[in-house]
C-alpha cells in the first residue's frame, strides 16, 4: 500500500502548474536582479553557490535520464537528458560569470578605461543571463516529468533488475 502511494504522480490543476511555472520564472528575475547588486560587490561565494546548485541540479536529472532509459521510457529520457544537458552548461557559464568577476575585481579599476569596464560589467550581466535563461529552461522541460511521475508497474522494476528477463 505505501510502495504505491509513492509512485503517484503529483495531481496538480492547471493553476498550480502555472503558478509554480511562473514561481521559477520569477527565481530566475530576482537571481538576475541580486547578480546585478553583486557584481558591484563582487561577493564569490554567491556564484560558487549557485554553479554548485546548478550542478547538483543537472546531476538529478541525469540520474533520472538513466532511470526512464532503464524503465525502457526512451522519450522521457531523452527529455531528461535535454534538461540535463542544459542545466550542465548554465553551471558552465555561472563559473565563467565567477571568472569575470574576479577578473574585474582584480583590475586596477582606476585607470581603466570605461568603454573596457563597461563592456567587462555587460559582457558579465550577458553570461549570467544566458545561465538564468538555459536553467529556467532545463526546469521548465523537466517539471512536466515530475508532475507525471514515474508510475511504474511492478513488471518495470523486476526487468530492470534483471535484464535477461530471469528472476532467480
Given at each position: 500500500?505505501?510502495?504505491s502511494s509513492i509512485c503517484q504522480p503529483m495531481q496538480l490543476s492547471r493553476i ?15 537571481y538576475l536582479f541580486m547578480e546585478a547588486r553583486e557584481v558591484v560587490a563582487t ?38 537528458y535535454r534538461c540535463s544537458t542544459l542545466m550542465f552548461l548554465a553551471s558552465l ?76
Open positions: 500500500m505505501l510502495g498550480g502548474r502555472w503558478a509554480i511555472r511562473s514561481g521559477v520564472w520569477l527565481v530566475g528575475a530576482g561577493r564569490q561565494i554567491a556564484n560558487i553557490t549557485i554553479f554548485a546548485l546548478l550542478f547538483v541540479l543537472g546531476s538529478h536529472q541525469l540520474s533520472t535520464s538513466r532511470l526512464h532509459l532503464s524503465l525502457d521510457r526512451l522519450a522521457v529520457a531523452a527529455r531528461c557559464m555561472a563559473v565563467f560569470d565567477a571568472a569575470l568577476d574576479f577578473l574585474i575585481g582584480s583590475l586596477p579599476i582606476n585607470t581603466l578605461p570605461e568603454p573596457i569596464l563597461g563592456s567587462l560589467f555587460v559582457l558579465g550581466w550577458l553570461v549570467n543571463l544566458i545561465a538564468v535563461l538555459l536553467s529556467i529552461r532545463s526546469l521548465e522541460q523537466y517539471l512536466p516529468v515530475m508532475f507525471e511521475g514515474l508510475n511504474p508497474r511492478l513488471e518495470d522494476w523486476s526487468n530492470a533488475a534483471d535484464p535477461g528477463g530471469r528472476n532467480t
